[in-house]
């Protein structure tokens, strides 16, 4: 008995020293991530609960997921994108700058991002999600990215939050500015609902009124009979667009209702 009680201090002191070595290594790690995602943060455990996918708890210890830095992301970033169009296109319309918003905050856009930064290699998740593609996912790829974006704002302010989403969001502020985004909608659509459903949506003509010379198309966005969204147009192909942007805005309302407390 005396010598397992002498032996416990030396026993401690390994494990106490295998745990240091051990928590120094995650902790270089992620000061590499924070750097690879030009993020001048200091809590790095805050940068790891946002690279945390749900799946991950399973096979982790006192790790928390990512959601709630994904809902106060998402809001951040509406406000900082809200505030650049606003700011930078003094000439356009609500109803252009809202188009423009819809596209630059769309789950498509923000999981090319994602990928552009190398979210996707570091995100932690579980071995069945990984093994079903999840570092491929649209929604966990924009889910993350919104949670890191929520980091760079706790950690450093608004400031810092809004050079990270600029800075990451360049490609489609660029098509923006040249008024390139607004054919965007049908890809954008069709990269959502492939990403999610495995299918593309078909859009169908439901009404034209008006004269040969003076046409307007009503047309439905429909995913195996459901129906994403509706937009009227000039011209079929303007409709498509108008019902695409629909649903995108649909489904971004939907994502954000899905995380409200209490919900």
């Known amino acids: ?20 070595s051990r928590m120094t290594v995650e902790l270089e790690q992620f000061r590499a991530m924070a750097e690879k995602l030009q993020l001048k943060i200091n809590d790095y455990a805050l940068l790891q ?21 994904e809902f106060l992301g998402d809001s951040v970033l509406g406000i900082a994108v809200c505030e650049y169009l606003y ?7 609500e109803g252009e700058l809202a188009k423009a918003k819809a596209v630059a905050v769309s789950e498509p856009v923000l999981a090319e991002a994602a ?10 998740m579980g071995s069945g999600e990984e093994a079903s593609g999840g570092r491929q996912r649209l929604s966990i790829l924009s889910d993350t990215f919104e949670a890191v974006v929520a980091v760079a704002y706790l950690d450093g302010g608004l400031d810092a939050a809004r050079d990270f989403i600029l ?22 659509l069709q990269e959502l609902t492939q990403g999610r459903y495995k299918k ?4 169908v003509v439901v009404k034209e009124e008006g004269a040969d010379h003076d046409k307007t198309f009503m047309v439905e966005a429909r ?18 667009q108008a019902a695409a942007l629909q649903a995108l805005e649909k489904s ?3 994502l954000q209702s899905e995380r409200e407390p209490g919900e």
Do not use: W
């Open 1 to 20: 008995m005396e010598r397992v009680i002498n032996d416990y201090p030396l026993y401690s002191l390994c494990f106490l020293h295998s745990l240091h």
């Open 49 to 69: 609960q946002a690279l945390t996918h749900r799946s991950y708890l399973g096979e982790s210890n006192g790790t928390e997921s990512n959601e709630r830095l």
């Open 87 to 93: 700011k930078t296109y003094t000439d356009r319309t």
């Open 115 to 124: 990928k552009d930064l190398g979210l996707d290699e570091m995100i932690l």
């Open 167 to 188: 800075r990451a969001l360049e490609s489609i502020l660029i098509d923006i500015e040249r008024q390139e985004h607004i054919r965007d909608y049908k890809s954008l």
């Open 200 to 203: 593309a949506p078909k859009y």
């Open 223 to 240: 995913l195996d009979g459901d129906l994403l969204g509706i937009g009227v147009g000039k011209s079929k192909k303007q409709a498509e």
């Open 252 to 254: 971004k309302k939907k």
